[in-house]
T-cell receptor, first 114, second 111 residues
Framework: DTEVTQTPKHLVMGMTNKKSLKCEQH?????MYWYKQKAKKPPELMFV???????INESVPSRFSPECPNSSLLNLHLHALQPEDSALYLC?????????????FGPGTRLTVT | QKEVEQNSGPLSVPEGAIASLNCTYS??????FFWYRQYSGKSPELIMS????GDKEDGRFTAQLNKASQYVSLLIRDSQPSDSATYLC???????????FGGGTRVLVKP
């Protein structure tokens, strides 16, 4: 089973709101990722967690705040977003952060900032 | 020069024919290569991984890798209308083990 789940599927928020995206996997994977994908563009890496510690932050604005409460869960806290942050937010996981492990994506959360 | 180059397409293929997708990459240190299929409005789905030079077959899909030429390809045999999607080539960068995606090739399989 290579299932990664994400909630909610859709989210509409105002620029002053605070919201969170949730990602969960039960495959025993120890690396988890957040990507952002704009229409007709490839996914862009935002954050990587390895063994529940932040390993990579791709210079993402502080209005995006990741959190990894345990090895199965990954959250992305959103605050004071801009309309240009509207996109598909994808979570992925892999067995570990090494070269031979495949990344599996969740279904994504489609975010609209108004 | 982009890190990963793919022809954006659309690549129009008759049903039952072979679709051939190409990808070149710039990071000579990349050792792992992945192909993802993405339907419109959906998330990427892993369909092939390849780590060694040569061919790797899985069902109707064959991935080919030539590290010396920094080239990876995907063949889809007996193409079906359900194969109509965007195919993303994704080498894993040596530094940081990060996936770098090409822009994707859109494939249209016509009945």
């Amino acid at each position: 089973d290579t299932e990664v789940t994400q909630t909610p599927k859709h989210l509409v928020m105002g620029m002053t709101n605070k919201k969170s995206l949730k990602c969960e996997q039960h495959m025993g994977h120890r690396a988890m990722y957040w990507y952002k994908q704009k229409a007709k563009k490839p996914p862009e890496l935002m954050f990587v967690y390895s063994y529940e510690k932040l390993s990579i932050n791709e210079s993402v604005p502080s209005r995006f705040s990741p959190e990894c409460p345990n090895s199965s869960l990954l959250n992305l806290h959103l605050h004071a977003l801009q309309p240009e942050d509207s996109a598909l937010y994808l979570c992925a996981s892999s067995q570990a952060l090494t070269a031979t492990y495949e990344q599996y994506f969740g279904p994504g959360t489609r975010l609209t900032v108004t | 020069q982009k890190e990963v180059e793919q022809n954006s397409g659309p690549l129009s293929v008759p049903e039952g024919a072979i679709a051939s997708l190409n990808c070149t990459y710039s990071d000579r240190g990349s050792q792992s290569f992945f192909w993802y299929r993405q339907y419109s409005g959906k998330s990427p789905e892993l369909i092939m991984s390849i780590y060694s030079n040569g061919d790797k077959e899985d069902g109707r899909f064959t991935a080919q890798l030539n590290k010396a030429s920094q080239y990876v390809s995907l063949l889809i045999r007996d193409s079906q209308p359900s194969d109509s999607a965007t195919y993303l080539c994704a080498p894993l960068k040596a530094a940081g083990n990060k996936l770098t995606f090409g822009g994707g090739t859109r494939v249209l399989v016509k009945p």
